[in-house]
Nanobody, 124 residues
């Protein structure tokens, strides 16, 4: 059974940093395309970042330069380092196994598996 378990979300002030973690079981993240997505209440699902199996990283315009996706193969864990956080980054963040072929607009149909999410709240 595939499981993705996110953690690390918290309440943080604007300009702060957080590191999100996603521990995978039931499959190997370095053999798959893994992404972080987020969803704020009443908003559409938003793609944030992807790490391909061969280590190539991709970021949304909003995440570029502020967020860093990485993985630890030994622990089968995916990370997302968030820095220079803004109030508009407030959302529930999910790690997910992204399909090879995806469609616009972003939706859960672009993913095979995802976790339960971790809440990031940016507020003063």
């Amino acid at each position: 059974e595939v499981q993705l378990v996110e953690s690390g979300g918290d309440l943080v002030e604007p300009g702060g940093s957080l590191r999100l973690s996603c521990v995978a079981s039931g499959f190997t993240i370095n053999a798959n395309r893994m992404s972080w997505v987020r969803q704020a209440p009443g908003q559409r699902l938003e793609w944030v970042s992807t790490l391909s199996a061969d280590g190539v990283t991709y970021y949304s315009d909003s995440a570029e330069g502020r967020f860093t996706i990485s993985r630890d193969d030994a622990s089968n864990t995916l990370y997302l380092q968030l820095s220079s956080l803004r109030t508009e980054d407030t959302a529930k963040y999910y790690c997910a196994n992204r399909k090879e072929v995806t469609r616009w607009p972003e939706s859960w149909t672009n993913y095979n598996y995802w976790g339960q999410g971790t809440q990031v709240t940016v507020s003063s």
